[in-house]
């Protein structure tokens, strides 16, 4: 069944270090309006709670009861057993949170985490650029059909996902599109995130402006 015909209600997180977004799909369209609550991602107990609240006033606005809930982190977990730990923006996270779990028992449906980027990516190869660029070349007579994606997410950090065959490449260890980790070679002694995300324009305009940052802010 194509996710567009598919009339069941999934409720959906977008997870960030500095905000949480929730919303809810159905048939591929968002039948609500975003919910956003600050993440408090380096204070576990906060975050954890967050959570939970802001997937109750999600279902509380559904016109029926969801059947599963989705959503995406940044950075390699163990996204098949819903836990997750050790990532750079999530700092109250390392050691390993049984995340998937908790929320199956609180909520009794199944919970699907996956990457950001990734998800990202697959998005855009079953329901944006790469059926959009498909269909443009079928209506020029062009036989040939894409099937493979690389997709880059920029914003507080720097992510990135890929897709072959139509299928998400996770690699070894759920990172297999994670470019945040490649080099700097601007700065060698930095990961390219620290060149590219809003952190790093901060520091480059402390530096230059002569001023100091109060806060930054992680994805």
Known sequence: MSHLNDKRIVMTLD???????????QGGEEIISPIKLLSNSSNLDLSLKTIIRGFKLVKQ???EEPVAIS?????????QNG???NLPNF????????????????F????FINNDGDLFTYGESVAGILPA???????????KEY????????GTGFGGGMVVNKNIAHGDNSAGGEIWLMCNFITPHLIAEEGVSIRAIQRVYSKIAGVKILHTPRK
């Not at 997870?15 to 799909?25: R, Y």
């Not at 959503?71 to 996204?79: I, K, M, S, T």
């Not at 269909?135 to 062009?142: H, I, M, P, R, T």
Request: aromatic share 10%; hydrophobic share 45%; no cysteine.
């Open 108 to 111: 009794e449906i199944p919970t």
């Open 61 to 63: 606005l559904l016109p």
């Open 83 to 85: 836990i997750i730990g």
């Open 15 to 25: 997870a960030g270090g500095t905000n949480f977004v929730f919303s809810a799909l």
């Open 147 to 154: 099937k493979n994606l690389f997709g880059i997410t920029l």
């Open 133 to 143: 660029i498909n269909n443009a070349l079928k209506k020029k007579g062009v036989e």
């Open 91 to 106: 700092s109250s996270f390392r050691g390993g949170v049984a995340l998937g779990p908790m929320l199956e028992n609180i």
């Open 71 to 79: 959503f995406a982190f940044p950075g390699p977990a163990d996204y």
